[in-house]
């Protein structure tokens, strides 16, 4: 078996281009791969599986152009390819093109990426866009490029030559990637066969989110042969990495590494040779940064202001807290619909936010406590105020009706002789006085000890003010220690959460 493997770098090296670049072109005579790849308007009007067309067709007009002799013509074309395809037993589109069909077909390969169309986080689909270039040796389709005017390449359809099988091992959409691809297959006069099929390939990756938004997931592309076994047919890739050349940046992802390798799939029935392409994706995080997480770090940071607001403002500190509350929870909506509901890899910020939540909601519970309390003294205060002024209003007219004295009357006869009993019983009473001694003659002087006693109003005011001031003090203590606690909790969580994403 021959086998032909001077292939050192990229894959579109194996294509073996002769010629200057400049014949290349796609439209007008004079105009190039770059001026063609560069026009905005031509590539607003592409669909995706045209420029994979495009780029497939251009890549094969390396191949095919440079190599027409101007000596030969259409005829000559037309006569090279009625002799290889429609009448020629020695062409079959199911039959491996070796003479010895105890050899194994080693087929090369190589991965050119065009795009990241999108990384589906909710359903963990990964879509990209490129084509793979395949060779090998076709030993049943050679000739002689002087019989037919120096014509040492031409194109054939791929109904018509044989071509690997390929299908889309770990898809989540069609099985067969290349079934209405219309890529050509280029045929040199020695037997050397390019195929370059593309398209958009959509594969289930499993996305590691735990470090999300500042995450880094593996996607491969898993590409097997399902007519022939490893025995029989074999890949070899050209390169280990997939080449960039042609790639377009994603505005969500960066490729930070690349790599293609081939392998033997073994299956519980039989084995079939494979092609794994790995992306490593790097997920540009500014957006999500500013979008999500700073505002969902400052959210949680005034959380913690409504211990500062006075308890005096009631429903304000309360509503300042439940408004807080709702916000974390529309954020948490937001971030949960942009990440699977898988639980495998949880992802750190989920675990934040519900810390944050939790927060949240004992900062409501601990300031309805302390606005509860507040009320409960001023309650008691308007109580205690208007029981002192009832107390203080019978007691002034307590203390205003012995002063009021009857009016006088005109004193009669009888009423002088009684008055002057009444003296002498007083002279009388006034000198048994002066015999008891002088304490008592004091106190009979004393007005004070003839005023009415005052009922202990100080002693009761001053225990219902140590009541009521104590009311108060539980709830500024209790307002002062929860700003502490809740701050050093808050600061703990979100360092220890910034901390482990950056690591």
């Given at each position: 078996m021959r086998f032909v493997t001077e292939y050192n770098t990229s894959p579109l090296d194996a294509i073996h281009?002769?010629?200057?670049?400049?014949?290349?072109?796609?439209?007008?005579?004079?105009?190039?791969?770059?001026?063609?790849?560069?026009?905005?308007?031509v590539g607003q009007r592409m669909t995706r599986k045209g420029r994979v067309y495009l780029t497939c067709m251009t890549i094969l007009r390396f191949i095919v152009t440079p190599s027409l002799s101007h000596a030969a013509s259409y005829h000559d074309v037309v006569s090279l390819t009625e002799t290889l395809v429609p009448n020629s037993s020695r062409s079959k589109p199911l039959v491996r093109p070796l003479l010895d069909q105890n050899d194994v077909l080693l087929v090369t390969v190589g991965f050119v990426l065009l795009s990241i169309v999108e990384?589906?986080?909710?359903?963990?689909?990964?879509?990209?866009?490129?084509?793979?270039?395949?060779?090998w040796d076709n030993q049943v389709l050679r000739w002689n490029a002087s019989d037919f005017g120096g014509v040492s390449s031409t194109l054939l359809?791929?109904?018509?030559?044989?071509?690997?099988?390929?299908?889309?091992?770990?898809?989540?959409?069609?099985?067969?990637?290349?079934?209405?691809?219309?890529?050509?297959?280029?045929?040199?006069?020695?037997?050397?066969?390019?195929?370059?099929?593309?398209?958009?390939?959509?594969?289930?990756?499993?996305?590691?989110?735990?470090?999300?938004?500042?995450?880094?997931?593996?996607?491969?592309?898993?590409?097997?042969?399902?007519?022939?076994?490893?025995?029989?047919?074999?890949?070899?890739?050209?390169?280990?990495?997939?080449?960039?050349?042609?790639?377009s940046e994603n505005g969500e992802w960066e490729v930070e590494s690349?790599?293609?390798?081939?392998d033997v799939l073994?299956?519980?029935?039989?084995?079939?040779?494979s092609i794994a392409v790995s992306l490593t994706l790097k997920r540009k995080p500014k957006f999500l940064v500013l979008s999500v997480l700073l505002p969902i770090v400052f959210l949680s940071l005034m959380n913690l202001l409504v211990f500062i607001i006075p308890k005096e403002s009631g429903e304000l500190k309360i509503n300042f807290g439940v408004t807080v509350l709702l916000a974390l929870t529309v954020f948490q909506s937001l971030v949960l619909d942009m990440l699977p509901p898988s639980s495998e890899s949880m992802p750190l910020i989920i675990s934040y936010i519900f810390i944050l939540l939790s927060i949240s909601v004992l900062s409501v519970v601990v300031s309805v406590f302390i606005v509860r309390l507040h009320h409960i003294a001023e309650?008691?205060?308007?109580?205690?105020?208007?029981?002192?002024?009832?107390?203080?209003?019978?007691?002034?007219?307590?203390?205003?009706?012995?002063?009021?004295?009857?009016?006088?009357?005109?004193?009669?006869?009888?009423?002088?002789?009684?008055?002057?009993?009444?003296?002498a019983g007083n002279a009388q009473s006034k000198h048994?006085?002066?015999?008891?001694?002088?304490?008592?003659?004091?106190?009979?002087?004393?007005?004070?000890?003839?005023?009415?006693?005052?009922?202990?109003?100080?002693?009761?005011?001053?225990?219902?003010?140590?009541?009521?001031?104590?009311?108060?003090?539980?709830?500024?203590?209790?307002?002062?220690?929860?700003?502490?606690?809740?701050?050093?909790?808050?600061?703990?969580?979100?360092?220890?959460?910034?901390?482990?994403?950056?690591?």
């Open positions: 281009v002769p010629g200057p670049i400049a014949y290349v072109g796609v439209g007008d005579a004079g105009s190039g791969w770059g001026r063609c790849m560069g026009d905005e308007h990384v589906d986080e909710v359903y963990e689909i990964f879509s990209c866009n490129g084509f793979l270039v395949l060779n359809h791929t109904d018509h030559v044989f071509t690997p099988r390929i299908e889309l091992f770990n898809t989540v959409g069609e099985r067969d990637p290349f079934r209405e691809n219309t890529a050509p297959v280029a045929v040199r006069d020695n037997g050397r066969t390019t195929w370059i099929p593309g398209n958009v390939f959509h594969v289930n990756c499993k996305l590691k989110l735990t470090k999300f938004p500042f995450d880094k997931q593996t996607c491969i592309v898993e590409l097997v042969d399902i007519d022939f076994p490893p025995e029989m047919l074999s890949f070899v890739a050209v390169s280990s990495s997939v080449l960039l050349d042609f790639y690349t790599n293609v390798c081939t073994k299956l519980p029935m039989e084995s079939l040779s309650r008691k205060e308007k109580a205690q105020k208007a029981e002192a002024n009832y107390k203080a209003a019978l007691y002034r007219i307590g203390f205003l009706g012995p002063s009021i004295s009857p009016p006088e009357k005109d004193l009669t006869s009888s009423n002088k002789l009684d008055a002057k009993k009444n003296s048994q006085d002066n015999a008891k001694g002088p304490k008592c003659q004091d106190q009979a002087k004393d007005p004070k000890s003839q005023e009415k006693p005052r009922p202990a109003r100080l002693s009761v005011e001053s225990k219902c003010k140590l009541e009521l001031n104590r009311y108060r003090a539980i709830a500024k203590y209790i307002d002062r220690a929860s700003l502490v606690l809740f701050s050093a909790v808050w600061v703990s969580v979100t360092v220890a959460y910034l901390a482990a994403l950056l690591t």
